[in-house]
């Protein structure tokens, strides 16, 4: 049951995941969260942000901020790093990443999204059928919801990470044979 929050991936930082190798993949979109996953909650963009951006272009990523927040806290972040942007988006609910994709020209198959929270990011993601990966929170200073829902967030990844130490485990196994 808790399988439906489990992300496809995890990475300490946005920053520190292998876009290159997600092309090479056939990757062409991503969608991003901005509070948190990119900046502290309702920091600006800084330079490491609008550099990250800059390369995935160049690359010739798609990207696209897809944001609960309303639109002057959304569109600061997304002129700052030059990226196309959805506020409101309503997320879990899928709308906001259909609209994301639509907006980006990509599909489900080659699309990404990279957020921060299970229940939100993650959960709506895969309710529309796109690759997440799940970052760390980049501040530990949040809203008092927020921190609520981390305290739910780390009883699922506690069974998320259970159950990938044992399909790791199973794995390592068949290939000693």
């Given at each position: 049951?808790?399988?439906?929050?489990?992300?496809?991936?995890?990475?300490?930082?946005?920053?520190?995941?292998?876009?290159?190798?997600?092309?090479?993949?056939?990757?062409?979109?991503?969608?991003?969260?901005?509070?948190?996953?990119?900046?502290?909650?309702?920091?600006?963009?800084?330079?490491?942000?609008?550099?990250?951006?800059?390369?995935?272009?160049?690359?010739?990523?798609?990207?696209?901020?897809?944001?609960?927040?309303?639109?002057?806290?959304?569109?600061?972040?997304?002129?700052?790093?030059?990226?196309?942007?959805?506020?409101?988006?309503?997320?879990?609910?899928?709308?906001?990443?259909?609209?994301?994709?639509?907006?980006?020209?990509?599909?489900?198959?080659?699309?990404?999204?990279?957020?921060?929270?299970?229940?939100?990011?993650?959960?709506?993601?895969?309710?529309?059928?796109?690759?997440?990966?799940?970052?760390?929170?980049?501040?530990?200073?949040?809203?008092?919801?927020?921190?609520?829902?981390?305290?739910?967030?780390?009883?699922?990844?506690?069974?998320?990470?259970?159950?990938?130490?044992?399909?790791?485990?199973?794995s390592v196994k068949k290939c000693r044979r």
């Amino acid at each position: 049951m808790l399988e439906i929050f489990y992300p496809d991936n995890e990475a300490e930082s946005a920053y520190g995941i292998d876009y290159n190798g997600l092309y090479a993949q056939g990757y062409r979109g991503i969608i991003f969260d901005i509070d948190n996953t990119l900046a502290p909650h309702g920091a600006p963009a800084d330079e490491r942000a609008a550099a990250l951006f800059q390369r995935l272009h160049e690359r010739g990523f798609q990207t696209i901020l897809l944001s609960n927040n309303k639109e002057p806290r959304v569109k600061m972040f997304g002129d700052g790093v030059k990226s196309r942007y959805i506020f409101k988006a309503g997320k879990p609910g899928t709308e906001g990443y259909r609209k994301a994709m639509e907006t980006m020209g990509t599909h489900a198959g080659n699309t990404m999204f990279v957020g921060d929270q299970l229940f939100t990011d993650i959960w709506g993601a895969k309710r529309a059928g796109i690759a997440a990966w799940l970052v760390k929170p980049i501040h530990p200073k949040e809203e008092i919801q927020i921190v609520l829902k981390r305290r739910l967030e780390s009883i699922v990844l506690y069974f998320y990470h259970k159950k990938k130490k044992r399909l790791d485990n199973k794995s390592v196994k068949k290939c000693r044979r």
